[in-house]
């Protein structure tokens, strides 16, 4: 590969991992939101969703779970997968009072921290 290809390459990742953060930063935002401000069958999921994007050894999360929730939800969900594969930024951090707010959700929906963390 010539040198101009490589820095094409690398302008490309740099500008699609650019997009992918500042998408799931609303993305992240929303699912929070749901889970510190509504009650119904899907805020569990997305709890232990947000929980595993917070601390991925502490919570489990089952990709099936995706499978169980509205599209729009499911989407903002891949939204931040995607930006965590670019590994920018902890999600947390894009919200205001990120860990704050996550450790009050795990709270609020009872997941338990490992014994070991």
């Known amino acids: 590969m010539n040198p101009d290809a490589i820095h094409a390459e690398i302008a490309q990742c740099e500008s699609r991992s650019h997009l992918a953060t500042q998408a799931a930063?609303?993305?992240?935002?929303?699912?929070?939101?749901?889970?510190?401000?509504?009650?119904?069958?899907?805020?569990?999921?997305i709890a232990r969703f947000l929980a595993a994007a917070y601390n991925g050894e502490a919570f489990q999360f089952d990709l099936f779970e995706l499978r169980a929730v509205d599209i729009a939800i499911?989407?903002?969900?891949?939204?931040c997968l995607d930006a965590l594969r670019w590994a920018r930024a902890d999600l947390h951090t894009l919200?205001?009072?990120?860990?704050?707010?996550?450790?009050?959700?795990i709270d609020r929906w009872g997941l338990q921290w490992p014994a070991s963390i």
């Open 25 to 45: 930063a609303l993305a992240f935002a929303r699912l929070l939101k749901l889970a510190e401000e509504r009650d119904s069958g899907q805020i569990p999921r």
């Open 74 to 79: 499911s989407d903002d969900m891949l939204t």
């Open 95 to 105: 919200v205001p009072d990120g860990d704050r707010r996550m450790r009050t959700v």
